[in-house]
């Protein structure tokens, strides 16, 4: 992270901020440019399910 002051280290904050949302934003690369895609996602047990569907460009992205 870049900005220390701005990080969240603690568990029960990143879980608490987690289970209010429903929506995320995954960063990655994409041919050199840096590209963000929402993703609508579900929690679980310490797991992060992300929806995708079948026929979508950017889960080659994803897949990369």
């Known amino acids: 992270m870049r900005r220390k002051d ?12 987690i289970k209010r949302s429903s929506v995320c934003r995954v960063a990655m690369c994409w041919q050199d440019e840096p ?11 310490n797991y992060l399910y992300f929806i995708i569907p ?3 460009w950017k889960k ?3 897949l990369k």
Do not use: H, R
Not at 6 to 17: A, L
Not at 35 to 45: A, K, L
């Open 35 to 45: 590209y963000i895609i929402p993703m609508n996602f579900g929690y679980s047990e």
């Open 6 to 17: 701005k990080e969240i280290i603690d568990q029960k904050v990143m879980v608490s901020i």
């Open 54 to 56: 079948k026929m979508f």
């Open 60 to 62: 080659q992205l994803l």
